[in-house]
């Protein structure tokens, strides 16, 4: 079964408008983390968003923000305001044993295009 | 703002030949990783470690695979006999503990097997 499920292979956002990535999980841990990274054309992957399986509230880092649903397994993205920039490729993931060096587990990945 | 730094951005080698991938972690991160991407596909674990010697490693990091801290800040992940599934995108992680154990990613090293 897949750990890490993103069901939107591409998804479309006018410039300036806000988009939602979405992303649902599958554990049967109490104490996991949530991710989010980005990763453009050049290659590289880049840490949007962090959300613990026990925090309360929504993680927020400038335009992104966390949607954790956590009764429905579910972490998706929020991306405010987009950007051209924000063209790329979204990985959710998620670390099981939310400590040490447990590795991520990502899921297949959601190709944003933002349109002018 | 530091950085995984990894070397070198491509590598091409022939299929049999061993090929050693280097990554400088950031200074006061304690674990470190690797990962790869199969072209179009997810980004896969391989292996972590941490205090020396690997912590957890995956099914694909089968006995053609090593790592190694040989001085205070390389890591460098070896493919002993290179074969043309290997070809993928290897990338370098770091965290600190705690504070979420944010993995911060290198650029990459794009590996083509020929």
């Known amino acids: 079964a897949q750990k890490i499920t993103q069901t939107q292979p591409g998804m479309f956002v006018q410039e300036k408008e806000a988009v939602t990535l979405d992303c649902t999980y599958d554990?049967?841990?109490?104490?996991?983390?949530l991710f989010w990274y980005k990763q453009p054309s050049s290659g590289e992957m880049i840490f949007l968003i962090y959300?613990?399986?026990?925090?309360?509230q929504n993680a927020t880092e400038g335009r992104y923000s966390l949607n954790f649903q956590k009764a429905r397994k579910s972490a998706n993205l929020v991306i405010s305001a987009s950007q051209l920039g924000d063209s790329a490729m979204y990985f959710c993931?998620?670390?099981?044993?939310?400590?040490?060096?447990?590795?991520?587990?990502f899921g297949k990945g959601t190709r944003l295009s933002v349109i002018a | 703002e530091p950085e995984v730094t990894q070397t070198p951005s491509h590598q091409v080698t022939q299929m049999g030949q061993e090929v050693i991938l280097r990554c400088v972690p950031i200074s006061n991160h304690l674990y470190f990783y690797w990962y790869r991407q199969i072209l179009g596909q997810k980004v896969e674990f391989l292996v972590s470690?941490?205090?020396?010697?690997?912590?957890?490693k995956s099914e694909i990091f089968d006995d053609q695979f090593s790592v190694e801290r040989p001085d205070g800040s390389n890591f460098t992940l070896k493919i002993r006999s290179t074969k043309l599934e290997d070809s993928a995108m290897y990338f370098c992680?770091?965290?600190?503990?705690?504070?979420?154990?944010?993995?911060?990613f290198g650029a990459g090293t794009r590996l083509s097997v020929l």
């Open positions: 959300q613990g399986s026990y925090d309360e």
């Open positions: 993931a998620m670390r099981e044993r939310n400590s040490g060096n447990t590795p991520l587990v």
């Open positions: 554990t049967s841990d109490q104490s996991y983390g």
């Open positions: 992680a770091s965290s600190v503990a705690g504070g979420g154990n944010i993995q911060y």
């Open positions: 470690f941490y205090n020396n010697e690997i912590s957890e």
